[in-house]
């Protein structure tokens, strides 16, 4: 299979499993009011990230469009055979790729002062390769997402697995899997990541993985007291009086009770992890696309006079704004998912 | 350390619940500590058996032991614990999560805490019973309904899809009442039932428990520092004291000619039972925690009736008629038998 055709396939059965996980919330009334508080309470921050999800899958479904390939002419017929997404499709390199640094609407080249081939159409300016700013800066949407997301749905069920079961069974198995957690957070984890992303490469995927394995520490070790805490409530001494058996009492007793800190550490650690990412891509093994890799690349023209800055002000506009809903969105998950609140609205 | 296991009780058939020489311990600072130290105690079909005694005195932890649910890192030492003809001791774990809740079932203190707060209350039955029995989740579902009109939950479809958060500590009580006679099991331990509700409701739940032991025929091991509540349901009345049973009879030797002085005191300091201006009576001092136990008697620090025997020897059993026995030197003393029954601590 061409592997554009498995990226669509993968977002396709992540949009389908969001879905379904929304459609089964909204059947249980707590999920229900919960999701109907949240776009109460923070409507323009739901706008916003509805924005940059809709930018993302915008540019996650690529196609190869047969028709493209024989009415271009000139430009790099390379890329004419490449699938492309909507966003690629918005921005066709025959309108918008000029050959070097223009400033935002501006109609000459930055250097040299040359006619720009397209003038007046880049609203955020072009880069050194004379790519549009705009254009970039919506395409690293995806990999936010990408990073943030992917990361998190790998540290989720780590955390809750070795958390569960550390708190539940205790003993010897809670001390060798404290034992692995303490040891993971005892290494400086930006060293760890490094290695990693030496050991398993560079791809996106790879830099998920890596910052996977070096960020479910601290997850599960919540997840363990809060078991922990559960395990010793009343409900579960009487479900073991009634006879049900450990697995039971995990699947069904423990773990839908800690579903609230799931959905809140998805939304925290999903900032932290496209910051990571950042962190990463100033350090030159981020992933290529990304706002990361924008700064890091716009960091070389800072001492230019007059200054280049639409670059580095597009991507961090960009990253602030995704990392700031987010955040806020964070903050209003928990303050409505608190178990102290939500008894108050009940 | 503990008193002599009595001699094994003639077969009866009637016998649903027979605990022999019950022994559960904690580890303490030195060595292990016995919190439950040689219980005995017999539960007939239908017949309900007060235990009762002072916090502390070891009477939950006697409960959770008979279903072998005690705590880490408590543990079970000696004595057998025979529910129909079973040793519930010497069962394996998947044979045994097959008796709890069937054969057997257990309620609790808080009724607050003791369903699941993401689940609905109807769900909750539903499953309680899906865990014994292989039906579908409609009929299942049937059943829950009947289980809730039977517990006096009014409008009970609609109290099916209630989460717990949505309903009185009442009503949560008799959904926990619901799911622990939804197989029927043969013996119910109760564990402070009422302690955590209203009284108006305390006087429902009782009647309710009544009315279903009536019905089903249900033993019940009612544990309980309330002694309104025993003189309401209790046919037989076990008093612990520190880890020992210290006076066992039927509701009436107990409370209205109990023999022991820790029993008589226990009595004496009902408020209701005290005249107007009076001082409330008490027992001076307070029960000993577990390690600190005296040798002896372990009331003996406590009691106004004490003498030579009491702080050396533990006294063993003195039967007073078929039904009512009790651990102390006086009473063997009054009864005429040896001032000595026991072993020597």
């Not at chain 1, 960020?215 to 073991?240: I, M, N, P, Q, S």
């Not at chain 2, 292989?134 to 009970?156: C, K, M, N, W, Y």
Request: charged share 20%; with cysteine.
């Amino acid at each position: 299979m061409e592997p554009y055709l498995l990226s669509n396939a993968v977002v396709v059965v992540l949009v389908g499993g969001l879905a379904a996980a929304l459609a089964s919330a909204r059947r249980s009334r707590v999920w229900r009011d919960a999701g109907r508080e949240l776009v109460r309470r923070r409507p323009i921050v739901l706008a916003v990230l509805l924005a940059y999800v809709a930018i993302g899958l915008l540019d996650s479904l690529a196609w190869v469009s047969g028709s493209s390939a024989g009415t271009t002419q000139g430009a790099d017929t390379v890329s004419i055979h490449k699938p492309r997404s909507a966003i690629d499709r918005l921005f066709p390199d025959e309108r918008y790729r000029e050959k070097s640094y223009s400033a935002p609407l501006a109609d000459r080249e930055f250097l040299g002062g040359a006619p720009l081939r397209h003038p007046g159409r880049h609203l955020l300016g072009t880069d050194l390769l004379g790519r549009d700013v705009l254009y970039q800066t919506l395409k690293g949407a995806r990999v936010a997402l990408l990073v943030g997301g992917f990361t998190t749905l790998i540290v989720i069920p780590l955390a809750l697995l070795f958390g569960v079961v550390a708190g539940y069974f205790g003993g010897r198995v809670d001390d060798v899997i404290f034992f692995l957690i303490s040891t993971l957070a005892s290494m400086p984890s930006l060293l760890l990541l490094i290695a990693l992303i030496m050991v398993l490469g560079r791809g996106p995927v790879q830099v998920c993985v890596a910052l996977g394995i070096t960020g479910w520490v601290g997850f599960a070790r919540v997840v363990r007291g809060e078991t922990l805490k559960l395990r010793e409530l009343d409900y579960v001494h009487a479900a073991r009086a009634l006879g049900a058996s450990d697995a039971r009492i995990v699947l069904r007793h423990i773990v839908p009770n800690l579903m609230h800190l799931v959905v809140i550490t998805f939304v925290l650690t999903f900032s932290g992890f496209v910051l990571a990412e950042a962190v990463l891509s100033w350090l030159g093994i981020g992933i290529d696309g990304s706002w990361g890799r924008m700064i890091d690349q716009a960091r070389d023209e800072l001492s230019r006079d007059p200054i280049i800055w639409w670059n580095l002000v597009s991507a961090s506009v960009a990253l602030f704004g995704l990392i700031l809903a987010v955040n806020l969105l964070g903050d209003a998950v928990r303050d409505i998912l608190d178990p102290r609140t939500l008894r108050e609205r009940a | 350390m503990s008193t002599p296991v009595a001699p094994a009780p003639r077969h009866d058939p009637e016998t649903v619940l027979d605990v022999r020489g019950l022994v559960t311990s904690f580890p303490g600072p030195n060595h292990r500590l016995a919190v439950v130290d040689g219980v005995d105690l017999t539960l007939a079909r239908g017949e309900t058996l007060a235990l009762v005694g002072e916090s502390g005195c070891g009477k939950s932890l006697t409960a959770l032991s008979i279903l072998r649910l005690v705590p880490k890192p408590g543990r079970i030492d000696r004595g057998t614990v025979r529910l129909g003809a079973r040793d519930l001791r010497a069962l394996p774990v998947t044979e045994l999560r097959r008796v709890r809740g069937h054969e057997i079932s257990m309620i609790f203190q808080e009724p607050m805490t003791s369903l699941n707060p993401v689940v609905t209350a109807g769900k909750q039955v539903v499953e309680a019973i899906r865990l014994h029995e292989r039906v579908s989740s409609t009929q299942a579902r049937r059943r829950a309904l009947t289980l809730f009109e039977q517990v006096g939950i009014p409008d009970p479809a609609s109290r099916l899809n209630a989460y717990p958060h949505q309903l009185s500590g009442g009503m949560k009580q008799r959904v926990m009442i619901a799911m622990a006679l939804a197989a029927r099991p043969s013996v119910l331990i109760a564990d402070e039932p009422t302690t955590a509700l209203d009284v108006t409701i305390q006087g429902q739940i009782l009647d309710l428990l009544r009315e279903l032991r009536d019905q089903l025929g249900t033993a019940i091991l009612l544990i309980t520092h309330d002694l309104g509540i025993v003189n309401e349901l209790a046919d037989r009345i076990a008093v612990m004291y520190a880890g020992h049973l210290v006076e066992v009879g039927t509701r009436r030797d107990i409370l209205a000619a109990p023999r022991h002085p820790y029993t008589q005191g226990l009595l004496r300091s009902i408020p209701a039972r005290a005249q107007r201006g009076e001082r409330l009576a008490e027992i001076a001092g307070v029960v000993p925690p577990p390690g600190q136990w005296p040798t002896g008697c372990r009331f003996a620090p406590r009691c106004t009736r004490a003498f030579e025997p009491c702080t050396r020897l533990d006294p063993g059993p003195t039967r007073l008629s078929a039904n009512h026995t009790a651990w102390c030197h006086a009473v063997a003393q009054e009864e005429g038998s040896s001032p000595v029954g026991g072993v020597p601590a």
